[in-house]
């Protein structure tokens, strides 16, 4: 039995780590024992709590409590929290998923410890200044495996001088690459035809609403720049005017930021419209049905533009870049800057002409399974 660890923090690695969880339990269970440990990043019940419950995740046996007070998370008291639990716990591998703070702090407490270091979702850029982008690349950087979710990560890493064709033993100086497929896309694929159960509040939105686009918001550039927020709620607006209903489950940081930025008066005009409705984050079986159902995507999330195309959904991505370049260069998503024009530009020209074909970027829906094999392996050596 190999002892691994998983260090998570924030909503898409609850996602990330409960695909991985599924297979050790189905597949892995005589072979790894998996102990997670949740920085805190992400506290309260819509962003954190509701995932562990409806995905069965098992739960956090250490909780750091971490919590990103004025957006700033505390690195330094988090390294230190996780370093201790490895020199209790012994592990011979730690796991990092994506790109957030809590992973590169996962990943600078593995080497510390001079510890092996997975990272799920590796060789992912976009070569931007971004904390995401300098979270992911820092993290590639300390690991020693890198599960690459797209050909395009793979040639990212090989493009900053990793070889495929790495001897043994792997450190973080002789690094071991997978293509393993995208482990969201295991999510995707498992809940598909799964009966969702949805709450009362959705339940009423959704029997008001014969069709409508999905749409979130929750990138730090966008959230807390004034204009920026302003001109996304006025495309927003421009759509929703023309009878378009949409379906807006708001991030906690969007909220916030829409009551400091815009007047009572136009706050009133954008709840109160009766073609946008928006209502705390949902949970992720929830969304996963939203997706489905929903006629187009609007987000600037990294996590939920592949959800679109997982769903064959056109998808507008408020960003002025992608590091999933595969779903812009297939046609099937468009970069859209944050002027109101361009928004419902993008939004009449996938209304008129939609994607049709979707090629099969993100593997076949079993990347945590493939993980799960390969550590098992790497850890045998
Ligand atoms: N998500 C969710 N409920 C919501 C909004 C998003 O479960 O109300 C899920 C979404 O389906 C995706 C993940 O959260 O799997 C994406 O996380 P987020 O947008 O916070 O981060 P990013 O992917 O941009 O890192």
């Given amino acids: 039995m190999n002892k691994i660890i998983s260090v998570i923090g ?34 309260d019940k819509n962003m954190s709590e509701v995932f562990f419950d409806e995905l069965a995740i098992d739960p956090p046996a250490y909780h750091l409590e971490m919590h990103t007070e004025n957006q700033i998370f505390p690195m330094q008291e988090s390294i230190q929290g996780i370093r201790e639990i490895i020199h209790k ?96 896309y295991d999510h995707a694929l498992f809940f598909k035809n799964k009966e969702i159960p ?20 929750h990138r730090k550039e966008n959230t807390d720049d004034e204009k920026r927020l302003r001109n996304i709620i006025k495309g927003l607006l421009l759509i929703a005017d023309k009878k378009q209903h949409l379906v807006f489950p708001m991030h906690p940081r969007t909220k916030k930021m829409l009551t400091l930025f815009l007047s009572p008066e136009e706050q009133h005009v954008f709840y109160l419209h009766p073609y946008i409705h928006s209502l705390n984050p949902v949970s992720y079986l929830e969304m996963m049905y939203l997706e489905n159902k929903a006629d187009m995507i ?5 996590g939920v533009q592949k959800e679109a195309y997982f769903y064959q959904k056109p998808c507008i991505i408020l960003r002025p870049e992608t590091e999933w370049i595969e779903i812009i260069e297939s046609k099937c998503g468009i970069l859209c800057n944050v002027l109101p024009d361009s928004i419902w530009k993008a939004y009449i020209a ?19 399974s493939f993980i799960c094999n390969s550590i098992t392996e790497l850890l045998k050596e």
């Fill in 10 to 43: 924030a909503r898409p690695q609850f996602i990330k780590a409960a695909a991985l969880c599924r297979a050790i339990k189905q597949e892995f269970s005589t072979q790894l024992q998996h102990i997670i440990i949740h920085t805190g990043q992400h506290y």
């Fill in 350 to 368: 996938y209304t008129e002409n939609p994607p049709k074909d979707f090629p099969p970027f993100f593997g076949n829906g079993h990347a945590a």
């Fill in 89 to 184: 716990e012994k592990p011979e591998m730690v796991l990092v998923y994506g790109d957030t703070y809590s992973t590169l702090a996962g990943a600078m407490a593995a080497e510390a410890c001079l510890l092996p270091l997975a990272h799920i979702e590796a060789g992912m850029r976009s070569f931007n200044d971004m904390p995401e982008e300098v979270n992911r690349t820092e993290t590639d950087k300390r690991a020693s495996v890198l599960f690459c979710p797209t050909q395009t990560a793979v040639n990212n890493l090989i493009n900053e001088g990793l070889s495929l064709d790495t001897t043994k033993p792997f450190h973080s100086k002789n690094k071991k690459i997978f293509l393993s497929g995208d482990i969201m």
């Fill in 198 to 217: 949805l709450s009362r509040s959705l339940k009423n939105i959704l029997t008001l609403v014969p069709s409508f686009l999905l749409t979130t918001i």
């Fill in 298 to 302: 609007i987000t600037d999330s990294g």
